[in-house]
């Protein structure tokens, strides 16, 4: 049964007749599939097939175990939005657990992003990020149900495509419940920047940019 409902599928389609370079999308999973692994990987091969631009590749998170650690993925089910065609870049935009409900929406806009090759950031974090030394990793918790939730990721992700020094994850909160109480996440979204500094809400580019100004 399609997880994408036929009105869906119609309006991706023209959404990605605009995509202006390849795309392509890492899934890991496991042969026993967890929670919201098949899911995920279905969401996954629904999207890909609206669009010849983007590519799908799907990897066995312990038999593939060496290419999970090239990409630095420590948990299932996980996504990757990264370019595709004959010069791959990998930004480090990750999604940790099922992009559903409102999350979605940051699977579309990240692949429209990543494809179009522009942020949209504005010039001082830009500036921010362009002169970084030090590596900054933004861990956004999450829920399906969160109106508030896909701003954040998405800042989180413009940031690690402005950056080599920035990677940033979307973490499913109710998936990964153990990392849920390791960063005291009580109300999401909330991002957590470099293990130490935390930020409630879909806060704007200055109040961001204060905190990870404070975490680097």
């Given amino acids: ?21 390849p795309v392509k999308m890492v899934v890991f999973t496991q042969e026993m599939e967890c929670q919201y692994c098949k899911e995920t990987r279905q969401l996954a091969e629904e999207v890909a097939e609206l669009s010849d631009m983007i590519t799908l590749e799907v990897y066995d998170f312990v038999k593939h175990q060496e290419i999970a650690e090239e990409y630095n993925v ?8 990264m370019t595709g065609g004959d010069d791959p870049k990998d ?10 409900g409102y ?25 921010w ?9 933004l861990q956004v918790f999450v829920t399906p149900t969160c109106p ?10 413009q940031l690690a495509m402005e950056s080599d020094m920035i990677t940033a994850d979307m973490v499913e909160a109710i998936e990964f419940p153990h990392l849920s109480n390791k960063y005291a996440v009580q109300g ?8 130490t500094i935390h930020m409630e809400g879909a806060a704007p580019e200055p109040m961001l940019l204060a905190k990870l100004k404070q975490a680097a």
């Fill in 1 to 21: 049964m399609a997880l994408l409902q036929e009105a869906d599928r119609k309006v991706l389609k023209e959404k990605f007749a605009e995509l202006k370079n």
């Fill in 74 to 81: 420590d948990k299932i089910p996980a996504t990757i939005i």
């Fill in 91 to 100: 930004y480090g935009i990750r999604f940790y657990g099922i992009p559903s």
């Fill in 103 to 127: 999350e979605f929406s940051s699977i579309i806009e990240d692949i429209m992003m990543v494809a179009g090759g522009e942020t949209g950031l504005g010039a001082e974090m830009k500036a």
């Fill in 129 to 137: 990020a362009a002169a970084l030394d030090k590596p900054v990793h």
């Fill in 148 to 157: 508030y939730c896909p701003r954040a990721v998405l800042m989180g992700h």
């Fill in 188 to 195: 999401v979204p909330r991002t957590v920047i470099n293990e």
